[in-house]
């Protein structure tokens, strides 16, 4: 069990078009979930942190206008990649805590390449 | 703030070989302490976990121990195997629930 999913696993667009990843509980609620950003051989860290059926808390010096987050029900948050510029290229991770627990459990994460 | 230092790598040992990987960290109050391990192609999975100053987390033959005298939480396993090669974060919550702060990871590459 505590299986969490992102979609899609990898994706190229072009420069200025908008992205959308998806961060799935498969068998667990999870009202809050995490959004991480992670650069080649450097650590996770955290962007914004998702609650459903709020809005979602950003981290200092994250745009929320440009990465939309969006928590519509307690299985299923996304993140939109807006404008999309070859910066945001990265690996983008989410984590889902479960409410029965509070234990965190990691998707595999999405490698966005912007061209 | 809160944060996790961790050896840098690559670590290459061979296989049996005896495995420590340092993590220091900076916090306020009494944090969590973690052990996540990523391998090729996966999500994060928590290896291993303490609460408290002087818990030992322990999972698959890696241990590692709360030391709060030396803000320390290092990772150890007697004999590595092939299957260990992944890469390996420490990393803290100060509550929780709370987002976790990671260290930078470190690559262990074993070979037979």
């Known amino acids: 069990g505590a299986v969490v999913s992102q979609h899609p696993s990898w994706v190229i667009c072009k420069s200025g078009t908008s992205v959308k990843i998806e961060c799935r509980s498969l068998d667990f609620q999870a009202t809050t979930m995490f959004w991480y950003r992670q650069f080649p051989k450097q650590s996770l860290m955290l962007m914004a942190t998702?609650?459903?059926?709020?809005?979602?808390?950003?981290e200092q010096g994250v745009e929320k206008d440009k990465f939309l987050i969006n928590h519509a029900s307690l299985t299923l948050s996304t993140l939109t990649v807006t404008s999309a510029h070859p910066e945001d290229s990265s690996f983008y991770i989410c984590?889902?805590?479960?409410?029965?627990?509070?234990?965190?459990?990691f998707g595999p994460g999405t490698r966005l390449t912007v061209t | 703030g809160n944060s996790v230092t961790q050896m840098e790598g690559p670590v290459t040992l061979s296989e049996e070989a005896f495995l420590t990987i340092n993590c220091t960290y900076t916090?306020?109050?009494?944090?969590?302490l973690f052990w996540y391990v990523q391998y090729p192609g996966e999500g994060l999975q928590l290896l291993l976990k303490?609460?408290?100053?002087?818990d030992k987390g322990s999972n698959k033959g890696f241990e590692a121990t709360y030391r709060k005298e030396t803000t320390s939480f290092h990772l150890e396993k007697g004999s590595v195997q092939v299957s260990d090669s992944a890469v390996y974060f420490c990393?803290?919550?100060?509550?929780?629930?709370?987002?976790?702060?990671f260290g930078k990871g470190t690559t262990l590459s074993v070979s037979s």
């Open positions: 998702s609650n459903e059926g709020s809005k979602a808390t950003y």
């Open positions: 916090a306020t109050g009494y944090p969590s």
């Open positions: 303490a609460t408290k100053a002087d």
């Open positions: 984590s889902a805590r479960r409410d029965s627990n509070y234990e965190q459990y």
């Open positions: 990393a803290l919550n100060n509550q929780a629930g709370t987002a976790l702060i």
